[in-house]
């Protein structure tokens, strides 16, 4: 195969660009941009660190490429007070936004199961907001031994 003077000059150009695209790719979110996204999420509420959302991660997960999530929040889930919806953050994660759920009085129950990766050791941060307006926050911290992005 025999490359042109142009088509080497492309090349290189193109591995420069995959580089810096790809350095910015894998760089994680703060924890600053994540309390952004949740006071956004919130409305510019503080979420209510409380007993009626439940966050449930493993405390050490052997391999970040599927860990098990469960959320779920204590709430009557009737036409006048129900869940609308939960979002689930990593703080760590490239995309600190990871899943949102949304619920009806029809749920029946205000509970989520997913299982989601994690690039390294990070905080999970569960956040619901119920049709009344309230918001409410849990977090746990999970260890991650082998990261789910490669690391």
């Known amino acids: 195969m025999n490359l042109t ?8 150009v193109g591995a420069a660009a995959a580089g810096v695209f790809g350095f910015s790719l894998s ?3 703060t924890p600053e941009a994540t309390a952004e996204s949740i006071k956004n999420f919130a409305g510019g509420k503080e979420p209510a ?4 959302l439940t966050l449930t991660t493993p405390e050490i997960a052997e391999n970040g490429n599927t860990v098990p999530i469960e959320v779920s929040v204590a709430s ?6 129900y869940v609308e919806s939960v979002v689930i953050f990593a703080e760590g994660n490239p995309n600190p936004d990871v899943a949102v ?3 009806t009085p029809m749920s029946g129950a205000a509970e989520a199961k997913t299982r ?5 050791t990070q905080n999970v941060v569960a956040v619901a907001k119920t049709s009344k307006g309230q918001v409410f926050m849990d977090k746990k ?9 490669g690391g």
């Open 101 to 103: 759920f949304h619920f």
């Open 116 to 120: 989601m990766r994690l690039a390294k």
């Open 141 to 149: 911290e999970v260890k991650v031994t082998i990261g789910g992005c």
């Open 49 to 52: 660190m409380g007993s009626d």
């Open 27 to 29: 760089a994680s979110a």
């Open 76 to 81: 009557p889930m009737t036409d006048d007070d």
């Open 5 to 12: 003077r142009r088509q080497m000059l492309c090349a290189s």
